[in-house]
């Protein structure tokens, strides 16, 4: 297309390289934020850049984090001897806002997908087992596995299992009440929360 | 939701102002930047600011411009005695891809709607008049209205027609051709084109 402006081709390739959204979302975009006040877009972009340059992760848990600990690895009243492993944040809110579970997390940041070039060493699981390993007076009892119900997740599970036997953690994963190859952040709060409480132990 | 740090929750609020951006999108999108290379957050937020701050229009026909005349109004090779009302720019960029109008635009900037309070004087009205009253030596012989057939279209199409009757200019619309109800920038190609071509003359 011929833009009529090399501004607006420039922001038009920069918006369309995000997930989702084509040349022509991207325009539309763009001429909106053209017609609104400049505050709008000036907002928008330092909330983008702050937010990219200045996010840091939960030495922990590895879920995103104003601080060095993350809102759920700082709370005491947490259970400290259970870790939910997941993929990444919008799974911690998914789980959180069933308000079933109140252990802590390991955000793996990714699944093993050899299709998308990402293997286990891309992923924190190394992290995990040290977490199991050095839990010291204050035990990890157990772990549950709340991956996707899909080829990577149940990919993934499989490799972590295998990672975590040695180390004689109970392993568990959320209840298949969730369809196979939904995402886990699309499920509804209820069908979310019971796989929670329905965990099913591996033997 | 209650999300693990302010700068994503900042994010999130700002992405989701744009339209038909959810807060699940804005999330997703949010964590996508947050994977990818800061220099594409980078390229993205200075793209947005310099688009919003930096475009000018182009003061014959208000289409947006990297220049005072946009490429349309300063290509000698146009028929200047033809000028063709338009929306915005995706409807220059939809009607200048059929490849089938050689003349120039005038750019409206939106179109009449007394629910969204957009009223004549909102719109580049005055300045179409101003064109064709001084077009001088160059007269203007035509004017084609080529906007949605929708409510606000069809009122300002009507409105526009006795606005421009006394200075006894020819006036047109396109064809309708493209389904009512349906939007301008969405027509195939080679409807589009149609219904420049065989445009209907108002008697």
Redesign the interface.
């Known amino acids: 297309?011929?833009?009529?402006?090399?501004?607006?081709e420039?922001?038009v390739?920069?918006?369309s390289?995000?997930?989702?959204i084509g040349k022509?979302?991207a325009?539309?975009?763009?001429?909106?934020?053209?017609k609104r006040d400049?505050e709008?877009?000036?907002?928008?972009?330092?909330?983008?850049?702050?937010?990219?340059?200045?996010?840091?992760y939960c030495r922990k848990c590895h879920?995103?984090?104003?601080n060095e600990l993350?809102?759920i690895c700082s709370n005491s009243k947490r259970d400290t001897s259970i870790i939910c492993v997941v993929v990444?944040?919008?799974d911690?809110?998914a789980i959180?806002?069933t308000n079933q579970y109140r252990g802590l997390y390991h955000v793996l940041g990714?699944i093993i997908s050899p299709l998308e070039g990402v293997g286990p060493a891309d992923l924190q699981i190394d992290s995990l087992l040290t977490r199991v390993e050095q839990s010291g007076e204050d035990p990890v009892k157990e772990i549950i596995l709340a991956l996707s119900p899909t080829m990577e997740g149940d990919t993934t599970a499989f490799y972590l299992q295998k990672k975590l036997k040695a180390t004689g953690v109970k392993i568990s994963t959320i209840a298949r009440g969730i369809p196979i190859g939904g995402d886990l952040?699309y499920a509804d709060e209820i069908t979310l929360g019971r796989s929670i409480v329905s965990r099913v132990a591996y033997d």
Chains 1, 2 share one sequence.
């Open positions: 297309m011929n833009y009529p402006s090399r501004l607006i420039d922001a390739t920069e918006i390289r995000l997930p989702g022509k979302t325009l539309r975009l763009a001429l909106h934020l053209l400049e709008q877009t000036l907002m928008l972009s330092e909330a983008l850049l702050k937010m990219r340059t200045q996010t840091t879920n995103i984090a104003d993350c809102n990444d944040t919008r911690v809110l959180e806002s990714g952040e």
